[in-house]
């Protein structure tokens, strides 16, 4: 591809003017002489129709057809350019003579005929050898016809273009003349501009140490001197550079090692955020969560991405949400932490007691930014708070009866002279069975405590015969209830199990006495013991009103009592626990099964001795 410089540039503009100059020049005086010419033959086609139209009226008048076309025959012989003349009488197309022979050509007639104020007229007629003007003139102002001359515009379309053949061959020379008279213009304005061009293409590469020759007093010149000063502003410039670079190097150097140290511990931030136990967010100072970490995710049951950017209305309930809203407007207006418990529902609906912990912090400037939070859930807490309150005030009434029949009856002891022996006898059977029931509910609050402060219940191992305990058990029962049936179904022979034979006494006493409160009088209860993997696995059935799915899972917790139906029975809500207890502590398990209406079914094993086996 030709690569356009400056001085073919200038050329081609000088050129191209020149060029059009010559050519606006030769169209206009080819105009003006097309324009010069074409008038004189009107001019002489105008004179010629008159004339004739004058010389022809008294042929007209005698309607002398003959005279008419030799007047026109005659005419057309002097008159070169004369194309045809014809005679058009007063009518419309008829023609009285015309110069064409023998056949009068019918296109020629188009029905116009000239106004009455007009003395002539001129239509353009194109033809196949070429241009006719076609000159009306009126015999005798038209009262008599029309004479028609047709004149060929040949001739000046002839001089026309031979003129402007003359005046493209001066156009040419000119423009020639001019382009040689270019050339050294073009190479005195784009020689030095070139020579400035290579030493800004090579300082641009960065060689500012060019030298620029002197000008002279024109722009050019003017030009190379202000570039010359702007080296060496540039020269100064790179050396200024320079030491700035080695400054800044130096600073980013100290700024990337700050940023990566920034960065390690934002990132140990960032990890020891997302690894705390207790959910933390932040907010902006509107409201909206900046961000959190993963235990708060799990707390409220959503994602990071849909806790970002929104407020607290957006994803709890309206009133907690205008509880949440009046602490941190406290927060912000005082600029100190707070702390307040309250509830927090998560997506699920479920509504768990939280101490809320927050704090305000800044930005760079120093400005408020928003407040951090930590929540604490103290649901647990709260909940074995409340159960505490429940067994102190069931153990207190449960110690209350036993001690107010074992105060009664010793007053009664007190005046022996009025009681028999009998009554002495039954009276001193009541105060004991009195206390050993308060001697039982101590031994379970000193185990619970035991428990509670790290320690094991002590067990005293040995092959156990679980059949007779369990017979032993159900006999005791029989005795002292009378309103319930019990069944059993134990195997037979039932090898030994390794356990301690009070604490599975105490088991199988508390589920058996839990089967009898919960049972209707009427009821039957069963006990059914069987195999299983190594082990024995004892199960008492009752026919209770059954529990719900939310208490099977915590009838084993500590202080736990189901209270949801009518006339729950008495307890203190540690018999299950201390069972569960001793089970663990024989390395066997316990569960429970219930459906409402139905029943209960509380099941333990035990693993069996070392020497024994089901078929021994």
Known sequence: MMRFTLRRKILLVLVTLMVIFGATVAFSIQLSVTFSLRRELEKRGISIAKHLAQQSINSVLARDRLALRIAAANQKKIEEDIIYIYFEGISPGEILGH???????????????????????????????????????????????????????????????EIAREILMITLLVTGAGILLAIPLSAAIAGPIRRLTDIAEAVAEGGLDQQIPPGGQDEIGQ??????????????????????????????????????QLATQLNFLSTLMDELPSPVFFKDTAGRFLGCNRAFEHFLGRSREEIIGRTTFDLVPEEEAQMHAKQDSGVFASLKGCSY????????????????????????????????????????????????????????????????????FAELLSDSANLTEELRCD????????????????????????????????????????????????RSHQQTVQTHRFEWSLPSPCPPVTADRDRITQVLDNLLGNAVKYTPKGGTIRVVAAFAARALEVCIEDEGPGLAPEHLERIFEKFYRVTNHDAAPSGTGLGLYLCRSIIEAHGGTIFAESIPGRGTRLCFSLPLTADSSPLS
């Open 99 to 161: 110069s064409f022979g023998d056949t009068f050509p019918s296109a020629l007639l188009n029905g116009r005929r000239l106004p009455p104020d007009k003395n002539h007229g001129i239509r353009r007629i194109l033809t196949e050898s070429g241009t006719v003007y076609d000159i009306v003139a009126p015999i005798a102002h038209g009262g008599l016809g029309e004479v028609h001359l047709g004149l060929s515009a040949l001739s000046v379309e002839n001089s026309a273009s």
């Open 223 to 260: 030009l190379s001197r202000s570039f010359s000063r702007m080296l060496q502003e540039l020269r100064k410039s790179r050396e200024n550079l320079l030491a700035g670079n080695r400054d800044l190097a130096a600073e980013v150097q100290k700024r990337q090692l700050a940023e990566n």
């Open 341 to 408: 418990e309250g509830r927090q529902t998560n997506r699920d609906g479920a509504v768990r007691n939280v101490l809320f912990q927050k704090a305000t912090f800044n930005d760079e400037r120093g400005g408020l930014a928003g407040l951090v939070g930590i929540l604490i859930d103290i649901t647990a807490e709260r909940e074995i708070a409340a159960l505490r309150r429940e067994f102190v005030s069931t153990a207190a009434h449960e110690f209350q009866t036993p001690l107010a029949a074992i105060l009664g």
């Open 427 to 474: 009276y001193l059977a009541i105060v004991q069975e009195r206390a050993e029931f308060l001697s039982r509910q101590v031994d379970k609050l000193l185990n619970v405590s035991r428990l509670e402060n790290g320690g094991t219940l002590p067990l005293t191992l040995g092959p156990c015969p679980m059949d007779a305990l369990i017979l032993q058990s159900l």
